[in-house]
């Protein structure tokens, strides 16, 4: 008997890092996973276990824009990401815009006053997509 996923996936790509948050489709509360290499030679196995472990039925991967929101390098090199997450994973792919999310996700670490690593940077800005996301969602309101 097939059961329904429980989980949300986000993903912040970037040239480096892509970071990865998961959030309960009943709770809603994302939280940072963790930060994978983007130039990991087993990235999608790896992400394969995550979706598999979490038990996610939907990835959201952030789309980085210009700030006048143009396309832009990084915005083709995720489009890219996306092609090739798609020939791995076999569920549903919403983007959204990311938008400042990095740079919030920045502030907060630094106004906790710990240290922090780029790739928890990374996580949370993963966070902060899955929130957004969340709020655009009726379906899930």
């Known amino acids: 008997m097939a ?3 429980r989980s949300v996936l986000a993903l912040d790509v970037g040239t480096k890092r892509i970071g990865v948050a998961v959030a309960s489709l009943i709770a809603r509360l994302p939280q940072p996973l ?3 290499g983007a130039d990991e030679p087993d990235l999608f196995p790896q992400l394969g276990a995550i979706i598999q472990r979490e038990d ?6 952030g789309l ?5 929101g143009q396309e832009t390098a990084q915005t083709e090199s995720t489009r890219h990401f996306i092609e090739q997450l ?3 994973v ?4 919403d983007l959204q815009d990311e938008a400042l999310t990095s740079k919030h996700a920045e502030a ?3 106004k906790r006053g710990k240290p922090y690593r780029p790739g928890d940077i990374d996580a949370l800005a993963a966070t902060y997509i899955l929130e957004d996301w969340f709020a655009a969602q009726k379906e899930y309101a």
């Open 3 to 5: 059961t329904t996923p």
């Open 34 to 36: 963790v930060t994978l």
């Open 56 to 61: 996610v039925g939907q990835l959201v991967v």
């Open 64 to 68: 980085p824009r210009g700030l006048e």
């Open 86 to 88: 798609k020939a791995h």
């Open 90 to 93: 076999d569920l549903p792919i």
């Open 108 to 110: 907060e670490l630094q």
